[in-house]
């Protein structure tokens, strides 16, 4: 029988004051809990989770390592995510309003809703204690970038965050989200008005024992662009989730993800594209490294229903294994009720070319800086801005 | 300078050099010629170090060293050079960022310190003028896009940057216009030294009017078959293989 094999409660961190909530969205909480009682705990047997190891979602320590990462610039709005509570900057600019999520109406999308498969992501809609509710206006300066930094402390437990992103009609901002550290579970609704142009920039790179789970819900209207590039590297377990949902038309959403699993790390990195509408595109590239006895799951899958003719969708997955011991799963799907689409899709998995690290040794260049190279090499083709 | 003496040697798991001999004195130029699939490039690629040939028989010396020993980036070190008949493309690195990692790492197998970007590019920007390079090739991809004599163009430029010992040309000259042929011809004529030796595989003699041989080999089914000089280059164009019986 299904159950809460998984204790939610007690794995999270002690929750922040919740009493200035409103109650409608506390009895939702509340409500989200009694759903994810009767749900299966994430196992091998969920499509989701066959590739990485669940059990380790329940570790008890995690370790206090993290991997440096780069202040933010100056000119960048910085918004703080950490066990606490949220810390925005104190000059807000004024094409930017930043409230806490809490005190706006909640997106209804949500992932308890969509599949069972979600169950750790949705799990974030029962737990989340803090986070932000952004709204971008239109006269934002183009090369204006927001910076999401995910800084807790306490590495045991989980930190459950949630973030609103809202692009106003013709908005164009760059939004950058750094996991500095802890062991964070983000869910986070981009939503991106007509004709608005999303900049996103992931990079999730850890200490070999931390993990972090993220879903990120897209949903774009009307020629509304989303350009999103993620680096996922290292850690003890990423899990990542992009949800699409076309809700227009000449809309575009464009992904390119890096993995690089080393040491024992397992990354999953799942893109789920629903064309609900006509005439909008999708690309997605992943270019994903296992070395060690890292493992890494990559899957891109569109759904276009009937009617929705125009669709443009390309799925292209390239894997390398570097070692024995690796595993890459690799899935590029493709459900299609609709007559006139373009698609195409690719997927493979093979060695580094050891004819091009040839070449780069024969100039003099030692193996291992070749070796090197050529990785780089492979990562360059999904870098798409 | 180099010695290679009884080499047979295997691409893949076929066996392709057969009992092969020949010696390269400092300052000499030696031109390969030979049927297609003859082995001329197994023969180039075991010089340089490929993994997939394997010498299983016999010895290559080099400057005193034993070649089949060493690492191809040990052997770049010591100073042999190929250009590849197909030039690899590298998508996502910068050609010159490529060939100054490539200076630098043979400067430090030297015992020599590393030169920096600038450094680098005002040493290179001679070199870029004579041989007509095009600026935005190198800071293209590496042969990422480049035409077929582009891409051959390359190998010489990076020759002439790293400045090798033995340079191995393996069909450098085909796929060039007049022009390019001359360029290249040009690039290692002005590399001709007393110390410095060239492997020129070819199959049209054309480029020996350019290039002037001191020997000129004829490989055929994995050995050499006939030594001569010029002149067997010249006879080879009019009559073929067929009258050395091979
Ligand atoms: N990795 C390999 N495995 C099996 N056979 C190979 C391999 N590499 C080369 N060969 C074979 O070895 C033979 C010699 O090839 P090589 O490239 O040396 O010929 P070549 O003399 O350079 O010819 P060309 O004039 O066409 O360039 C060919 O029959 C080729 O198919
Ligand atoms: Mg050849």
Same mark, same amino acid.
């Given at each position: 029988?299904?159950?809460?094999?998984?204790?939610?409660?007690?794995?999270?961190?002690?929750?922040?004051?919740?009493?200035?909530?409103?109650?409608?969205?506390?009895?939702?909480?509340?409500?989200?809990?009694?759903?994810?009682?009767?749900?299966?705990?994430?196992?091998?047997?969920?499509?989701?989770?066959?590739?990485?190891?669940?059990?380790?979602?329940?570790?008890?320590?995690?370790?206090?390592?993290?991997?440096?990462?780069?202040?933010?610039?100056?000119?960048?709005?910085?918004?703080?995510?950490?066990?606490?509570?949220?810390?925005?900057?104190?000059?807000?600019?004024?094409?930017?309003?930043?409230?806490?999520?809490?005190?706006?109406?909640?997106?209804?999308?949500?992932?308890?809703?969509?599949?069972?498969?979600?169950?750790?992501?949705?799990?974030?809609?029962?737990?989340?204690?803090?986070?932000?509710?952004?709204?971008?206006?239109?006269?934002?300066?183009?090369?204006?970038?927001?910076?999401?930094?995910?800084?807790?402390?306490?590495?045991?437990?989980?930190?459950?965050?949630?973030?609103?992103?809202?692009?106003?009609?013709?908005?164009?901002?760059?939004?950058?989200?750094?996991?500095?550290?802890?062991?964070?579970?983000?869910?986070?609704?981009?939503?991106?008005?007509?004709?608005?142009?999303?900049?996103?920039?992931?990079?999730?790179?850890?200490?070999?024992?931390?993990?972090?789970?993220?879903?990120?819900?897209?949903?774009?209207?009307?020629?509304?662009?989303?350009?999103?590039?993620?680096?996922?590297?290292?850690?003890?377990?990423?899990?990542?989730?992009?949800?699409?949902?076309?809700?227009?038309?000449?809309?575009?959403?464009?992904?390119?993800?890096?993995?690089?699993?080393?040491?024992?790390?397992?990354?999953?990195?799942?893109?789920?594209?629903?064309?609900?509408?006509?005439?909008?595109?999708?690309?997605?590239?992943?270019?994903?490294? !296992?070395?060690?006895?890292?493992?890494?799951?990559?899957?891109?899958? #569109?759904?276009? $229903?009937?009617? /929705?003719? +125009? %669709?443009? *969708?390309?799925?292209?997955?390239?894997?390398?294994?570097?070692?024995?011991? !690796?595993?890459?799963?690799?899935?590029?799907?493709?459900?299609?009720? #609709?007559?006139? $689409?373009?698609? /195409?899709? +690719? %997927?493979? *998995?093979?060695?580094?070319?050891?004819?091009?690290?040839?070449?780069?040794?024969?100039?003099?260049?030692?193996?291992?800086?070749?070796?090197?190279?050529?990785?780089?090499?492979?990562?360059?083709?999904?870098?798409?801005? | 300078?180099?010695?290679?003496?009884?080499?047979?040697?295997?691409?893949?798991?076929?066996?392709?050099?057969?009992?092969?001999?020949?010696?390269?004195?400092?300052?000499?130029?030696?031109?390969?010629?030979?049927?297609?699939?003859?082995?001329?490039?197994?023969?180039?690629?075991?010089?340089?170090?490929?993994?997939?040939?394997?010498?299983?028989?016999?010895?290559?010396?080099?400057?005193?060293?034993?070649?089949?020993?060493?690492?191809?980036?040990?052997?770049?070190?010591?100073?042999?050079?190929?250009?590849?008949?197909?030039?690899?493309?590298?998508?996502?690195?910068?050609?010159?960022?490529?060939?100054?990692?490539?200076?630098?790492?043979?400067?430090?197998?030297?015992?020599?310190?590393?030169?920096?970007?600038?450094?680098?590019?005002?040493?290179?920007?001679?070199?870029?003028?004579?041989?007509?390079?095009?600026?935005?090739?190198?800071?293209?991809?590496?042969?990422?896009?480049?035409?077929?004599?582009?891409?051959?163009?390359?190998?010489?430029?990076?020759?002439?940057?790293?400045?090798?010992?033995?340079?191995?040309?393996?069909?450098?000259?085909?796929?060039?216009?007049?022009?390019?042929?001359?360029?290249?011809?040009?690039?290692?004529?002005?590399?001709?030294?007393?110390?410095?030796?060239?492997?020129?595989?070819?199959?049209?003699?054309?480029?020996?009017?350019?290039?002037?041989?001191?020997?000129?080999?004829?490989?055929?089914?994995?050995?050499?078959?006939?030594?001569?000089?010029?002149?067997?280059?010249?006879?080879?164009?009019?009559?073929?293989?067929?009258?050395?019986?091979?």
């Amino acid at each position: 029988m299904a159950g809460l094999t998984f204790d939610w409660l007690a794995a999270v961190n002690e929750q922040s004051e919740k009493n200035n909530w409103p109650e409608g969205l506390l009895n939702k909480q509340q409500s989200a809990i009694e759903v994810l009682k009767n749900w299966q705990a994430p196992n091998r047997k969920s499509e989701y989770w066959r590739y990485s190891d669940a059990g380790r979602l329940k570790k008890d320590s995690l370790g206090h390592e993290w991997v440096a990462v780069p202040e933010p610039e100056e000119t960048s709005v910085v918004i703080s995510l950490t066990e606490q509570g949220v810390q925005s900057p104190s000059h807000v600019p004024d094409w930017l309003e930043i409230k806490p999520v809490h005190a706006v109406d909640q997106p209804d999308w949500s992932a308890l809703k969509a599949t069972p498969e979600l169950v750790v992501q949705a799990s974030n809609e029962a737990l989340f204690s803090h986070g932000v509710a952004l709204s971008v206006a239109s006269g934002a300066p183009k090369n204006a970038t927001i910076v999401l930094r995910y800084a807790a402390d306490e590495p045991n437990q989980w930190t459950y965050v949630r973030n609103i992103i809202s692009l106003e009609a013709g908005a164009e901002i760059t939004v950058d989200e750094q996991v500095v550290a802890g062991r964070i579970n983000v869910n986070n609704f981009y939503q991106i008005a007509d004709g608005a142009h999303l900049k996103r920039h992931q990079q999730v790179v850890l200490a070999a024992d931390q993990q972090h789970v993220a879903l990120h819900h897209f949903s774009l209207h009307n020629e509304a662009q989303v350009t999103s590039q993620n680096r996922h590297e290292g850690g003890d377990l990423q899990h990542h989730v992009h949800w699409v949902d076309f809700l227009g038309e000449q809309a575009e959403y464009k992904a390119g993800s890096i993995n690089k699993a080393t040491n024992s790390t397992h990354i999953s990195d799942i893109v789920m594209v629903n064309h609900q509408h006509k005439n909008n595109r999708s690309e997605v590239i992943h270019r994903s490294l !296992a070395d060690d006895s890292g493992q890494v799951f990559n899957n891109a899958k #569109a759904v276009v $229903v009937k009617h /929705a003719d +125009g %669709s443009e *969708i390309d799925q292209d997955l390239k894997n390398i294994l570097l070692s024995e011991d !690796a595993k890459i799963a690799s899935k590029p799907e493709m459900e299609v009720y #609709a007559d006139e $689409v373009i698609a /195409a899709h +690719g %997927s493979t *998995i093979g060695t580094l070319d050891e004819e091009a690290v040839f070449y780069l040794q024969s100039r003099g260049i030692p193996a291992d800086t070749a070796r090197d190279m050529m990785m780089v090499s492979f990562e360059q083709e999904a870098l798409i801005c | 300078m180099l010695e290679i003496k009884n080499i047979h040697a295997k691409a893949g798991d076929k066996d392709i050099l057969k009992n092969l001999n020949l010696t390269v004195k400092p300052g000499e130029v030696h031109a390969i010629m030979g049927p297609n699939g003859s082995g001329k490039s197994t023969l180039g690629n075991l010089l340089a170090g490929m993994p997939h040939v394997q010498a299983t028989e016999g010895s290559v010396s080099f400057k005193g060293k034993d070649l089949l020993e060493l690492e191809p980036e040990e052997r770049a070190g010591e100073g042999v050079f190929l250009a590849f008949q197909y030039p690899v493309e590298i998508p996502g690195v910068n050609n010159m960022y490529f060939l100054r990692t490539a200076y630098n790492a043979q400067r430090k197998y030297r015992g020599q310190d590393g030169i920096d970007s600038a450094g680098f590019m005002r040493m290179v920007k001679d070199k870029i003028k004579q041989l007509h390079m095009k600026d935005d090739l190198l800071k293209r991809p590496v042969n990422v896009g480049f035409s077929g004599g582009e891409k051959k163009r390359n190998e010489v430029f990076q020759m002439a940057v790293l400045e090798p010992t033995l340079a191995i040309l393996d069909e450098t000259d085909s796929g060039l216009d007049i022009d390019a042929l001359k360029i290249v011809a040009d690039g290692v004529n002005q590399l001709r030294s007393e110390d410095r030796s060239f492997i020129i595989i070819t199959h049209y003699q054309r480029l020996l009017d350019y290039i002037e041989p001191d020997y000129v080999h004829v490989l055929a089914d994995g050995e050499i078959v006939k030594s001569g000089t010029k002149k067997l280059a010249l006879e080879l164009e009019e009559q073929g293989y067929g009258w050395l019986d091979v």
